[in-house]
């Protein structure tokens, strides 16, 4: 188990609420309620943006906008129109990814797109609707993706499992790149924090030894804010893509 000062202590899943039934743990997690806050915030901040619905908008209703049309557009340029269907399922993991990822760099707090479990349910969900959705949309020919257009039959046999594996390494890659950018990003937060408090308890807070490292920690910050919007975004790019091949089929 990670020590008291240990850097991964953050990532520790703690009952809050213990529940057992059947030989289940259902307990209500730190994990559970920070991903509650995460919906609840995401919802807050969309509601306080419709709420006026000025034709001069205002901080919260430009910045709900703006969130709105940014996923809009990539869903077009992405899967083009018929994606546009899917949009308020990739607006929805948008939000809830982006709202995880920010809230997981406040004091205290928890990340929950740090654990490979809620990112690989994520993945997923996605991968699943990819499935659902050719299926429905093509039938049995929607298995001609992992046929290549123009490549000869002789190469078939080499291709079709390559293609087929990269597939299936969708949900896999999808969701450890969350993952892992979290992980990773939040355990240097730590480390330096704890080199922050080590040095200053040594020779005070301002002195030249904490002062590196507290500096480090304000870059560091800025660029797991500026990961945690990216890593959003790129979730929603790559789940548009991925539809974008169950409806069009490379046009197959």
Not at 51 to 80: K, W
Not at 158 to 183: G, T
Not at 185 to 207: D, E, R, Y
Request: charged content about 5%; overall charge neutral.
């Amino acid at each position: 188990m990670a020590g008291q000062h240990s850097p991964m202590e953050q990532f520790l899943v703690k009952p809050l609420v213990p529940l057992h039934a059947g030989g289940l743990d259902l307990s209500f997690t730190n994990a559970s309620l920070w991903m509650v806050i995460g919906v609840t915030g995401a919802c807050l901040f969309l509601l306080a943006g419709m709420a006026r619905g000025a034709l001069v908008p205002g901080r919260f209703q430009s910045m709900a906008e703006l969130s709105y049309e940014f996923i809009a557009n990539t869903v077009r340029q992405s899967a083009g129109e018929a994606g546009m269907k899917f949009f308020p399922l990739i607006f929805t993991l948008f939000m809830f990814i982006l709202f995880a990822n920010v809230l997981g760099l406040l004091p205290y707090s928890f990340t929950t797109t740090s654990h490979i479990i809620v990112t690989f349910a994520l993945a997923l969900l996605v991968f699943l609707t990819v499935i659902v959705v050719g299926l429905v949309r093509h039938g049995f020919h929607f298995f001609s993706l992992f046929v290549p257009g123009g490549v000869p039959l002789w190469l078939l046999p080499i291709i079709v499992p390559i293609e087929v594996i990269s597939f299936l390494s969708r949900p896999i890659s999808l969701s450890v790149r969350l993952f892992a950018n979290m992980l990773a990003g939040h355990t240097m937060l730590k480390v330096f924090a704890l080199f922050v408090v080590s040095l200053g308890t040594a020779g005070g807070i301002l002195s030249a030894g904490a002062i590196l490292p507290m500096l480090g920690i304000v870059a560091v910050t800025a660029l797991e804010v500026l990961v945690a919007g990216l890593q959003a975004y790129v979730f929603a790019v790559l789940t548009s893509i991925y539809l974008n091949d169950a409806i069009h089929l490379h046009d197959h």
